[in-house]
């Protein structure tokens, strides 16, 4: 499974736990955005450490919400 | 003596609250087996409360739109249920928790996240149309009474009383918000900030009281006026409370931990071996403070019920974070981080007559929170600012940009 991260802006409040979980897929500018690629497993625990449930995980393949 | 079967009664985690929901589906996500089980005094799955005040009060959203999950959630990931249950005690020897209706439940670790109750007004006991916004049932109760023209009254002007007055001005409602201090919130955000509260909610239509204390009231069955100290009167329809919440522990009282707020670290541990808590019922530990501080913030359940599943599966709990909530009213954005307490300078950037400025709180030169009004996007920069520690913050507040910044006390 390869997992693509989105980030719902709206709902990021740039607390910035998703670049410290995974600095190669995330970076804070204004809010929260995706600058990169990580494994499945760091994706996920960056989409779980992130308190406003601001990113989606999604299966490229499927399509599928993979998180939340 | 551990006998073999135990290990079968997995994780007990009391209240269906944020804090509840995320802990049970980062076990279930990190492959923990044992059985997972949600015991929940309401009678509805795990919801989402901060829409209570705003699209649910308002008729914009149902229950079925706050819900974190659907049923069929709970059924494939073996997380069991358990509604309209109240935990009414705790044998931490023996690892049972104890329920109202004469049953226990065994636990092999149990989640204590029971969240906190509104404080009530005995002058308002018994009236129907007189209640609290906690629940999704007071927030169906709230949308019956938003009948345009018609008079609501809010007791509190904290954040629950500010969003329950913009929602029910943009249904129509008369609203007169009904305030003890002289000044909302001035305690925590300052007093130029509890001045520009006022002004924006009256502004919007809402008659605000400060510095005015219920006193009595008087109807048949429902509310029909309110009596303030010093005489005044108001007729209204409605009556909703906002005057704070207390952690809802009180069951807990027998084991050793305190029902005023469970201590916690930042694993979520209490000092009752195999008992966590998590959410408003819990008092955590922040380091920055040195104490055990309780939040009442949405954010903070969200990380601690995360913090718990992951003690609970051996793992390290994440750095502790900066207390940090927002509110959304009349279509404003209020966000706020850090500790504000104690503050002794505030710096204003923006304007605060057009809705759309940043506070900066320093401390000793220091910053150490800030509030930003419709400003999402300015909140990474301030969040870091008073995240970097200390030494050569002066400079960095300077370099912070803040056109119009003036020392207003």
Redo the contacts between chains.
């Keep these: 499974m390869t997992l693509i991260a989105t980030i719902d802006e709206?709902a990021c409040?740039?607390?910035?736990?998703c670049v410290s979980v995974a600095p190669g897929a995330f970076a804070?500018?204004?809010?929260?955005v995706v600058i990169g690629t990580a494994t499945d497993e760091e994706l996920?625990a960056a989409a779980?450490?992130c308190?406003?449930?601001a990113i989606t995980l999604t299966d490229a393949d499927t399509g599928a919400v993979a998180?939340? | 003596m551990r006998r073999r079967g135990r290990a079968a009664c997995g994780v007990v985690i009391v209240g269906g609250g944020l804090a509840a929901q995320r802990c049970a589906?980062?076990l279930r996500?990190r492959g923990y087996e044992a059985p997972v089980r949600i015991v929940c005094a309401e009678a509805e799955a795990p919801y989402d409360r901060p829409p209570l005040s705003k699209d649910v009060a308002a008729g914009a959203a149902d229950s079925a739109a706050v819900r974190f999950q659907d049923a069929g959630w709970y059924a494939d990931n073996g997380v069991e249920l358990l509604l309209d249950r109240t935990a009414t005690g705790l044998d931490a020897t023996a690892r049972r928790l104890e329920l109202g209706d004469g049953g226990s439940l065994g636990y092999d670790e149990l989640v204590i996240a029971t969240g906190a109750a509104p404080r009530a007004l005995p002058v308002l006991a018994g009236y129907e149309n007189a209640f609290p916004l906690r629940t999704l049932g007071d927030a169906r109760r709230l949308r019956a009474e938003l009948c345009p023209g018609s008079h609501l009254a809010i007791v509190g002007a904290g954040f629950i009383g500010q969003e329950v007055a913009a929602t029910a001005r943009g249904r129509g409602v008369e609203v007169t918000l009904i305030e003890a201090l002289e000044l909302p919130l001035a305690g925590i955000l300052g007093a130029e900030v509890g001045r520009w509260i006022v002004n924006l909610h009256r502004d919007e239509g809402v008659r605000v009281l400060t510095g005015a204390r219920l006193e009595s009231a008087r109807g048949n069955g429902r509310v029909e006026e309110l009596r303030l100290d010093g005489g005044v009167t108001l007729g209204c329809d409605a009556v909703v409370v906002g005057i704070g919440v207390a952690p809802a522990a009180s069951w807990v009282a027998d084991s050793g931990l305190d029902p005023a707020g469970i201590a916690i670290d930042a694993s979520g541990r209490t000092k009752v071996s195999h008992v966590y808590a998590a959410g408003d019922v819990s008092r955590p530990f922040d380091p920055r403070l040195g104490e055990h501080v309780r939040t009442e913030h949405w954010?903070?359940a969200?990380?601690q019920g995360?913090a718990v599943a992951t003690a609970i599966l051996g793992g390290e709990p994440?750095p502790v974070?900066l207390p940090?909530f927002?509110s959304d009213q009349y279509g404003i954005r209020v966000?706020y981080v850090g500790h504000a307490a104690g503050a002794d300078e505030t710096w204003v950037s923006g304007d605060p007559d057009d809705r759309d400025f940043h506070v900066l709180y320093r401390r000793g030169g220091r910053p150490v929170a800030a509030l930003t009004i419709d400003r999402?996007?300015?909140?990474?920069?301030l969040?870091?600012l008073i995240e970097s520690d200390g030494a050569g913050n002066a400079a960095a507040a300077d370099r912070h940009e803040s056109p119009t910044k003036e020392m207003i006390r």
């Design positions: 709206g409040s740039a607390h910035g736990d804070l500018e204004e809010t929260a996920i779980e450490a308190p406003a449930l998180f939340p | 589906e980062t996500r954010d903070a969200s990380r995360v994440r974070a940090s927002w966000q999402p996007r300015k909140l990474a920069a969040r870091q």
